[in-house]
């Protein structure tokens, strides 16, 4: 009896680690959704899609952990069985799915740097009325100023004032403060994005870093308590 207990609570304590990373993950994403929408208008229009993705596969983690669960507080063989034949395809994919990053992602990587930078210039030299409040809260949210630089400024057509910046670029905001370039963030947007973007990707690494390990002791103690609730219905009918 206390050797299928300590099973049990192996196996749901793993589980309930499972669950905290696919919240995170859900988290992360609802955190950063409104940030990535904004950088769909002004850089990448797939990046505003990375928020929802990853809100998807938390939601997905979530819901297989509380399948999990359910098959310990019921003691349900059949349903503990499914949670860990779907881990053991989530990890064959997580496999795969590193292994064409391996391959391509430093290409990939590359086309995305240099696309984000083009679409980046393009939006501020045509500044156009329609992505006008996207810009200007890239700029007040990163503390960039744009694309490379103030000096994008002096060459966009869409910005009349060429001896001048947006009132967003601005270090302390204030009206008409963009008038005076000395008091524009020096650093570029594109810059800004890839920091944002490497200190996200961080995060997510360290949570499927955790979510790897959680797995494969998931799986363990899954197939343990399996085995377990088998050998006490065997008891029980004796």
């Known amino acids: 009896m206390c050797t299928f207990c300590s099973v049990k609570c192996c196996f749901v304590f793993f589980n309930l680690l499972f669950l905290a990373s696919g919240v995170a993950l ?48 019921f003691n349900n063989k059949s ?16 496999i795969l799915t590193g292994a ?77 403060c963009g008038k005076d370039k000395e008091k524009a963030h020096a650093k570029g947007c594109v810059r800004a994005i890839e920091i944002f973007m490497l200190k996200n990707l961080l995060w997510v690494a360290v949570v499927c870093i955790g979510l790897g390990v959680t797995e494969v002791l998931g799986i363990v103690a899954g197939v343990l308590f399996c085995l377990n609730i088998k050998r006490k219905s065997y008891e029980n009918m004796s």
Request: contains cysteine; proline residues 3%.
């Open 26 to 73: 859900i988290i992360i994403g609802v955190q950063e959704h409104s940030t990535y929408s904004l950088l769909g208008a002004f850089a990448l229009q797939s990046l505003s899609k990375i928020a929802i993705v990853l809100i998807a596969v938390g939601v997905a983690i979530t819901l297989v952990s509380v399948l999990g669960d359910l098959g310990a507080f």
């Open 79 to 94: 349903m503990v069985s499914c949670f860990i034949c779907i881990l053991i395809i989530i990890i064959i994919l997580e």
């Open 100 to 176: 064409v990053f391996y391959v391509f992602g430093k290409r990939t990587v590359l086309k995305m740097k240099s696309a984000i930078d083009n679409k980046a210039q393009t939006v501020i030299h045509d500044y156009s009325p329609e992505k006008r409040h996207a810009i200007d809260k890239i700029q007040e949210k990163f503390r960039c100023c744009g694309a490379h630089g103030p000096s994008d400024w002096s060459s966009s057509v869409g910005w009349e004032d060429h001896d001048a910046v947006p009132d967003s670029c601005c270090v302390v905001k204030s009206p008409e």
